[in-house]
């Protein structure tokens, strides 16, 4: 198949424009590289553009997709509750965007990257695909506003979607060829092994009295090429005017203070820990039932423990301790 990857030079994407490759779809990266790397996807199924700049993405579009999978957004709760600007920016007016360019070039199908954040502070865990939404955060907020849009789309238009909600990603490919450098990095365990690198002093614990066993925030870790998994039986199950949504995690939540001792494991080196006030916008737990997409789609994680995942994200830092300017 053909396949148009937005934001696939960035950390979850990049990883799964890799297994579509490798499983013989044709791609095309379409990321204006504000947050991405080039040395993350093949030079030649890069093509640089911003979701914002329509008659580029015309021209990317042009020649025939069977499915756009959208990664490209801003990705930070924290900043979005600084600059929700940026984020209805990007994340609603730009997804808005590439939606009517696809009308335009008549691709009727898309997977979508949206995430735990739209469920804000869940009522119970594990959280089912339908619980509740309601976000406290300009970012969850964001992307649950595109995922109305694909539903009143699908029953207009006929559009196919598949949104995917994603916990939180971690780890990297097993070869590490490619992994987790976002810049600034807010993610735990990339910040963790930093720290276990020498190329941090320590790591902030943001907050330490939620209402959680150790007082730290928990959540739930889903290795990145599990998504890239996902993303594929997700996409092959996307019917015309349908619309499919599930959540993606391993069913475990992990308190900051675990992630920090299994990274201790893992590393067998000292990671120096400070401790910060909480950050808003950031929920006290939230963990997945991903029972839906193993039920419907036979999904089942190949990394579901945490220290398999951090021993990936391990061998990545080790092997590029500046990420992907080493
Ligand atoms: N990382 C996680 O744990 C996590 C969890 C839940 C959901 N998500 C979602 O998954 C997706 C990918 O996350 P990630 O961690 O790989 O982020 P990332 O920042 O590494 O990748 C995003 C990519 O999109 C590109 N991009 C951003 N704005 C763009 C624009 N206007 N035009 C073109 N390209 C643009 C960036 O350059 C970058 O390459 C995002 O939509 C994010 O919201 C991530």
Redesign the pocket.
């Known amino acids: 198949m053909k396949i148009f990857v ?9 990883h799964v424009v890799r297994l579509l490759l490798e499983s013989g779809h044709q791609v095309r990266v ?8 080039a040395a ?1 996807v093949p030079a030649e199924a890069l093509f640089r ?5 329509d008659v580029r993405l015309d021209e990317a579009l042009a020649g025939g997709w069977d499915c756009v999978m ?6 930070s709760v924290a900043e979005s509750v600084k600059d929700p600007e940026t984020y209805y920016s ?2 609603v007016a ?1 997804s808005l965007r590439l939606a009517a360019a696809m009308r335009r070039a008549g691709v009727g199908r898309i997977v979508f ?5 739209t469920y804000g502070n869940p009522l119970k865990t594990p959280i089912p695909e339908d619980h509740p939404t309601a976000p406290i955060n300009a ?1 969850g907020q964001t ?1 649950l506003d595109f995922e109305h849009a694909l539903s009143y789309y699908a029953g207009a238009y006929g559009l196919g979607y598949a949104v995917l ?6 780890g990297a490919a097993p070869d590490a060829r490619i992994g ?3 810049r600034p990095e807010t ?1 735990l365990v990339p910040v963790v092994l930093q720290v276990a690198l020498g190329r941090r002093d320590a790591v902030t614990v943001h907050g330490k009295d939620y209402p959680t066993a150790d007082g730290t925030g928990i959540r739930d870790y889903v290795h990145v090429c599990d998504l890239a998994q996902a993303h594929v039986l997700a996409m092959q199950a996307i019917q015309p005017g349908r619309g499919l949504t599930y959540n993606l995690g391993n069913g475990a939540g992990y308190s900051v203070r675990q992630v920090i001792e299994a990274a201790r494991r893992v590393t067998r080196r000292t990671i120096a820990v400070r401790e910060g006030p909480r950050r808003p916008g950031d929920p006290p737990a939230l963990v997945a039932s991903s029972e839906k997409i193993a039920r419907d789609l036979g999904w089942k994680p190949a990394y579901p423990a945490l220290e398999a995942i951090i021993e990936t994200a391990w061998r990545w830092h080790r092997e590029h301790p500046d990420g992907y300017a080493h």
Request: charged share 20%; proline share 0%.
């Open positions: 937005t934001g696939g030079a960035g950390y979850i994407g990049s379409y990321d204006d590289l504000s947050k991405g790397h993350a553009g911003d979701l914002l700049a959208h990664f490209a957004a801003r990705t990007n994340n730009g990257s949206s995430t735990a954040a970012y992307k909600r994603y916990f939180n990603a971690a987790e450098d976002h993610h």
